[in-house]
């Protein structure tokens, strides 16, 4: 497929903290517009890749270009062009509902006018409208979950990377979620998602799991529990994360 339907390109991607290699020597490609799974155990080097993907972490060695931009050279042009939800931090608690869409459309760059806007269409497309000026921390988990993630994909961005970002939710929120998730990526915005859920798993275009900081599986859901024979992605994701020889990333 040509370079340019590629929305990340990994090259030997290394991050070495003195002897020892958080993430060693990974290549992958991620197509515009898919939903990609980062899958590893605590320790397998998965969210020290991610912030160099974020630009946030400079590669030791390798070539990594996101959004059409390289992470060595052009770290805060891709931090323009990308948004980011975890588990926790996403959001200001102790601002409103309001206030976090209105501040998170300022650092992504977007005009007053603008912000002002999209506000209105977002609240009401959540439902929010009556909450606005509800301070985030009192909202239930589940919709502040669905705020961190509208508020990540607020500007437009080329790609979301998405920080176990379902963690604690109950199921049907969690399905939820992911159907705003699948709305995302048919406008065109790559997702990278890394989960503990392996039912998620089974969500996505395609699945890498990492081990030791290095990618020992890529491919999609129904290809990998072909070839390990494992009727679900649980099943795969033990009996790699059996290889594992490390414990903190």
Not at 31 to 42: H, P, Q, V
Not at 48 to 64: D, E, I, N, V, Y
Not at 100 to 110: S, T
Not at 156 to 178: A, Q
Request: net charge neutral; proline share 3%; with cysteine.
């Amino acid at each position: 497929m040509p370079t340019n339907d590629k929305a990340i390109i990994v090259e030997h991607l290394s991050k070495h903290f003195g002897s020892f290699r958080a993430v060693d020597d990974i290549s992958f490609e991620v197509t515009k517009g898919e939903i990609f799974g980062f899958l590893g155990a605590n320790g397998a080097g998965k969210t020290t890749a991610m912030k160099m993907l974020c630009g946030l972490s400079k590669p030791s060695s390798g070539k990594a270009i996101v959004a059409g931009d390289d992470v060595s050279k052009n770290p805060n042009r891709i931090k323009s062009n990308i948004g980011y939800m975890s588990q926790k931090f996403s959001l200001y608690e102790d601002l409103t509902v309001k206030e976090n869409i209105k501040l998170f459309g300022g650092i992504y760059g977007l005009k007053l006018k603008d912000i002002e806007q999209k506000t209105a269409v977002l609240l009401d497309r959540l439902g929010f409208a009556e909450e606005k000026n509800t301070l985030v921390k009192s909202l239930p988990l589940g919709w502040k979950q669905k705020l961190a993630f509208s508020v990540a994909v607020f500007h437009r961005p080329k790609i979301v990377f998405l920080d176990e970002p379902t963690g604690g939710v109950d199921p049907i929120t969690r399905r939820n979620f992911w159907e705003m998730i699948y709305e995302a990526a048919e406008d065109n915005i790559t997702i990278f998602v890394t989960t503990h859920y392996m039912d998620e798993a089974e969500y996505c275009n395609r699945v890498s799991l990492m081990v030791d900081g290095k990618i020992v599986a890529l491919d999609t859901p129904a290809n990998l529990k072909r070839d390990f024979k494992s009727d679900n992605m649980e099943a795969v994701f033990y009996q790699v994360a059996r290889q594992a020889k490390r414990s903190d990333n």
